[in-house]
């Protein structure tokens, strides 16, 4: 579906995008993760075809070029902006984007109303977007996006400063695209967003992936050991040779293998009054490659 | 194409319900047209009168006389006395006054009517209204001489007058007189048998024939405005035209920083395409609004465009030429308030030079030969051709040509400027 081959681009002396090559299947959400300024968005727009690439290459279904109008007919894209028209409706915003990818007639008024549908904006679709909630109109957004039916959806963080409510909703759409078999770039800096609805991640920072995997491989490979933490039986008699420490009747230890830890510990025949087990993260996986938090 | 029409509908739907936007581009430019036109014009199309003084005299001769003077419709006259008459003349409060002094009625007579003096008290340094007036008197004097010859009674108190002058005279012999007196007596006998009527409805043939003053409408050949909406109203139509580039450049500032140029570029439609589609968009606008308020004009405040063809091509033109101008506008900056500042600082500049604030026919020299710079100028010439100027095709070349040229360099400079800004 999507190959970037070596992908770079420079503006001036800063390199805001090196040698970036990744594949994206149909069906598959792809995440870019990493903080402000790593070079998401400008990856993204070379794609796109907005932005031309001082090297490598971006094919789009098996070849195709996105500066080839045939091929940005099948990229949709939801830019970190909100790029909709406050003063025309939602339907109007709507019905201009499939205008513009060459929809008409009956077609166009089909996924017109498919769209306002996925961004539970039906009833409201005859307000203009000035007047929407900021979650509406980033709905909105994701449905001008979609309104032409791609099969390769880029999405540059479409939950910026958006209520948990429409957060949800968007993750449900995107899982929804998932399921309908298009390929979706996702662009975030939060962790718990790609960890929830990525297939894969490609970590990014200072232009350059960093790693490209699963998120469990990713987190097996780079983000270290899990915290587990068993709370035992004050009444109950303690042994002194369990692994970890022991601070008041609190068992703290690390493992790579938690769980085989835990079913050791209790095979000794100790009750537990309480478990928690802290597994690392993608925050923790970008600490460990980076040297640096997500948010710093 | 289908796209650059889907381009330019969003714009104009957006400039429709942007109120602040249409403000700028049709309430401004009338307003201005309505308050410039009412201040030129002395408050509306009606005839401007002029306010006189006509000083109290009860001879018949003098009330003769003004009874001809309020014939005129340019003249308010108001009877007063001399001293009044001439503390108002002073104060400015009349233009002028009129004094009838009639001649011995023993001297006057028909033959020699010219005895009566009138005196025109005016200011010196209104020569034009001085001039003006003298016209009406001279009208107003001739008319009534006129009426006495063609009254048969008038004419025969004359003649008897005339008779006992005779009978007086030195220098005539018996035999002449005796002649003298045959004929006047058959014309006395003529006269009586000539009604009132008939002598006025015969009055061109009159044998005597008074001085025969008349006036015949000739239409004016000179070049000139007819009124001050003349002058106004083109000067609307380039505010208009101003109001639309202004709006239309700063529509695609912010299709830029709002992220929906992003949305546009990714469309399958190439950037030329988008700017078309900009473009029409305001061409389109600046067409109808200069179409609407030039129709406003012609229809409420009789502004006669002498040439629709022409009228049409000065539109056009001026039209096509403020889209390159909203192109070079556009690309002055990166954010809204950069372009808004500099854009309209650009084009106040133009329109000051060129004939958008002072009308180019009141310019002194310099400053005319300066407006050649501007795009407004020839705007404005465009227009006034069509209107009063009396242009024909070959005159309205130079101008349009200018405004085209205008126009296709400007877009053409704008469209580089903003593909080099985005790479």
């Given at each position: 579906?999507?190959t970037v081959k070596n992908l770079s681009k420079?503006?001036?002396s800063l390199?805001a995008?090196?040698?970036?090559?990744?594949?994206?299947?149909p069906g598959?959400?792809f995440?870019?993760?990493?903080?402000n300024?790593?070079?998401?968005s400008?990856?993204?727009?070379?794609?796109?075809?907005?932005l031309v690439p001082?090297?490598g290459?971006?094919e789009?279904?098996?070849?195709?070029s996105?500066?080839?109008?045939?091929v940005?007919?099948?990229?949709?894209?939801?830019p970190?902006?909100?790029?909709i028209?406050?003063?025309?409706?939602?339907?109007?915003n709507l019905?201009f984007?499939?205008?513009?990818?060459?929809?008409?007639g009956?077609r166009l008024?089909?996924r017109?109303?498919?769209?306002?549908?996925?961004a539970a904006?039906?009833?409201?679709?005859?307000?203009r977007v000035?007047?929407?909630?900021?979650?509406?109109?980033?709905?909105?957004?994701l449905a001008?996006?979609?309104v032409h039916?791609?099969?390769?959806?880029?999405?540059d963080?479409?939950t910026?400063?958006?209520?948990p409510q429409?957060r949800n909703?968007?993750?449900?759409?995107?899982?929804?695209?998932k399921s309908?078999?298009?390929?979706?770039?996702y662009?975030?800096?939060?962790?718990?967003?790609?960890?929830r609805?990525?297939?894969?991640?490609?970590?990014?920072d200072?232009?350059?992936i960093l790693?490209?995997d699963?998120?469990?491989?990713?987190?097996?490979?780079?983000?270290?050991?899990s915290?587990?933490?068993?709370?035992?039986?004050?009444d109950?008699a303690?042994?002194?040779d369990?692994?970890g420490r022991?601070?008041?009747?609190f068992?703290?230890?690390?493992?790579?293998?938690?769980?085989?830890?835990?079913?050791?510990?209790?095979?000794r025949?100790l009750?537990?009054?309480?478990l928690?087990?802290?597994?690392?993260?993608?925050e923790?996986?970008?600490?460990?490659?980076?040297?640096?938090r997500?948010r710093? | 194409?289908?796209?650059?029409f889907?381009?330019?509908?969003?714009?104009?739907l957006q400039?429709w319900?942007n109120?602040?936007?249409l403000?700028?581009?049709i309430?401004?430019p009338?307003?201005m047209?309505?308050?410039?036109?009412?201040i030129f014009?002395?408050?509306?199309?009606?005839?401007r009168?002029m306010?006189?003084?006509?000083?109290?005299n009860?001879?018949?001769d003098?009330?003769a006389?003004?009874?001809?003077l309020?014939?005129?419709e340019?003249l308010d006259?108001?009877?007063?006395s001399?001293?009044?008459a001439?503390?108002s003349?002073?104060?400015?409060?009349l233009?002028?006054?009129?004094?009838?002094?009639?001649a011995?009625a023993r001297?006057?007579s028909?033959?020699?009517p010219?005895k009566?003096?009138?005196?025109?008290?005016?200011?010196?340094s209104?020569k034009a209204?001085?001039g003006?007036?003298q016209?009406?008197?001279s009208?107003?004097y001739f008319a009534r001489?006129?009426?006495?010859?063609?009254?048969?009674?008038e004419?025969r108190k004359?003649?008897n007058?005339?008779?006992?002058s005779?009978?007086s005279?030195?220098?005539?012999?018996a035999?002449?007189?005796?002649?003298l007196r045959?004929?006047?007596?058959?014309?006395d006998?003529?006269?009586?048998?000539?009604?009132?009527?008939d002598?006025?409805?015969?009055?061109?043939?009159?044998p005597f024939?008074?001085?025969n003053?008349?006036?015949?409408?000739?239409?004016?050949?000179?070049?000139?405005?007819r009124?001050?909406?003349?002058?106004?109203?083109?000067q609307?139509?380039?505010?208009?035209?101003?109001?639309c580039?202004a709006?239309?450049?700063?529509?695609?500032?912010m299709?830029?920083?709002?992220?929906?140029?992003?949305?546009l570029?990714?469309a399958?439609?190439?950037?030329?395409?988008?700017?078309?589609?900009k473009g029409l968009?305001c061409f389109?606008?600046c067409v109808?609004?200069?179409?609407t308020?030039?129709?406003?004009g012609?229809?409420?405040?009789?502004v006669?465009?002498?040439?629709?063809?022409?009228?049409?091509?000065?539109?056009?033109?001026?039209?096509?030429c403020f889209?390159?101008?909203?192109?070079?506008i556009?690309?002055?900056?990166?954010?809204?308030?950069?372009?808004?500042g500099s854009g309209w600082?650009?084009?106040?500049?133009?329109?000051?030079i060129?004939?958008g604030?002072?009308?180019?026919?009141?310019?002194?020299?310099?400053?005319?030969?300066l407006?050649?710079?501007?795009p407004?100028?020839w705007?404005v010439?465009?227009f006034?051709?069509?209107?009063?100027?009396?242009?024909?095709?070959?005159?309205?070349?130079l101008?349009?040509?200018?405004?085209?040229?205008?126009?296709?360099v400007?877009?053409?400079?704008?469209?580089i400027v903003?593909i080099k800004?985005e790479?």
């Amino acid at each position: 579906m999507l190959t970037v081959k070596n992908l770079s681009k420079r503006f001036g002396s800063l390199t805001a995008v090196d040698s970036v090559s990744f594949r994206v299947q149909p069906g598959e959400v792809f995440g870019l993760l990493g903080p402000n300024g790593a070079g998401k968005s400008t990856t993204i727009n070379m794609i796109v075809g907005v932005l031309v690439p001082d090297g490598g290459a971006v094919e789009i279904n098996s070849g195709g070029s996105p500066v080839d109008p045939g091929v940005r007919r099948n990229i949709g894209n939801a830019p970190q902006s909100l790029a909709i028209y406050g003063d025309l409706t939602a339907e109007e915003n709507l019905r201009f984007f499939g205008r513009l990818y060459g929809l008409t007639g009956a077609r166009l008024r089909e996924r017109v109303d498919w769209s306002l549908e996925l961004a539970a904006l039906t009833d409201r679709k005859g307000d203009r977007v000035d007047v929407f909630s900021g979650g509406m109109q980033r709905r909105l957004n994701l449905a001008c996006a979609l309104v032409h039916d791609p099969s390769l959806v880029l999405l540059d963080e479409p939950t910026a400063g958006v209520d948990p409510q429409s957060r949800n909703m968007i993750f449900e759409k995107i899982e929804l695209m998932k399921s309908e078999g298009r390929a979706v770039v996702y662009t975030t800096h939060y962790m718990e967003e790609a960890q929830r609805l990525c297939d894969r991640v490609a970590i990014i920072d200072h232009g350059r992936i960093l790693d490209l995997d699963s998120v469990d491989a990713l987190i097996d490979r780079h983000g270290g050991i899990s915290n587990i933490t068993i709370e035992l039986d004050p009444d109950a008699a303690i042994p002194t040779d369990l692994p970890g420490r022991i601070e008041d009747h609190f068992l703290r230890l690390e493992s790579d293998r938690p769980l085989e830890q835990i079913a050791q510990i209790s095979a000794r025949g100790l009750v537990f009054r309480s478990l928690h087990v802290e597994r690392p993260d993608l925050e923790r996986v970008f600490l460990n490659l980076t040297g640096r938090r997500l948010r710093d | 194409m289908h796209a650059v029409f889907t381009l330019a509908l969003k714009d104009i739907l957006q400039l429709w319900r942007n109120k602040f936007g249409l403000f700028w581009v049709i309430a401004f430019p009338l307003l201005m047209a309505l308050f410039f036109g009412s201040i030129f014009s002395g408050g509306g199309s009606a005839v401007r009168t002029m306010k006189i003084a006509f000083i109290e005299n009860q001879s018949s001769d003098a009330q003769a006389f003004l009874a001809e003077l309020q014939r005129s419709e340019v003249l308010d006259i108001r009877p007063m006395s001399l001293d009044s008459a001439r503390a108002s003349v002073a104060r400015g409060r009349l233009t002028a006054y009129i004094q009838f002094i009639q001649a011995d009625a023993r001297q006057a007579s028909v033959w020699s009517p010219s005895k009566d003096s009138i005196q025109v008290g005016i200011d010196p340094s209104r020569k034009a209204e001085a001039g003006y007036l003298q016209g009406l008197i001279s009208q107003a004097y001739f008319a009534r001489i006129s009426r006495k010859f063609t009254d048969p009674q008038e004419f025969r108190k004359e003649m008897n007058r005339s008779l006992e002058s005779m009978d007086s005279a030195y220098g005539l012999s018996a035999e002449q007189k005796g002649l003298l007196r045959g004929a006047f007596t058959q014309l006395d006998t003529f006269m009586s048998s000539v009604n009132a009527a008939d002598s006025a409805s015969a009055h061109a043939g009159n044998p005597f024939g008074s001085l025969n003053l008349s006036f015949t409408d000739v239409a004016n050949v000179t070049v000139g405005p007819r009124s001050s909406w003349e002058i106004t109203f083109p000067q609307s139509l380039l505010w208009a035209l101003i109001g639309c580039a202004a709006t239309f450049a700063l529509s695609i500032v912010m299709e830029r920083t709002h992220g929906t140029y992003l949305r546009l570029r990714l469309a399958p439609i190439s950037r030329l395409q988008i700017l078309a589609g900009k473009g029409l968009a305001c061409f389109l606008s600046c067409v109808f609004v200069c179409t609407t308020l030039m129709a406003f004009g012609a229809i409420v405040f009789h502004v006669k465009i002498s040439s629709v063809v022409l009228m049409s091509l000065a539109i056009i033109s001026a039209a096509f030429c403020f889209v390159g101008m909203m192109m070079l506008i556009s690309v002055l900056g990166k954010s809204e308030r950069t372009v808004m500042g500099s854009g309209w600082s650009i084009l106040l500049i133009f329109s000051m030079i060129g004939g958008g604030m002072v009308p180019l026919m009141f310019m002194p020299p310099w400053i005319a030969s300066l407006s050649n710079l501007s795009p407004m100028k020839w705007c404005v010439l465009a227009f006034e051709g069509a209107i009063w100027r009396g242009f024909a095709f070959a005159d309205m070349i130079l101008p349009l040509a200018i405004l085209w040229s205008i126009g296709f360099v400007g877009f053409f400079i704008g469209t580089i400027v903003l593909i080099k800004s985005e790479s």
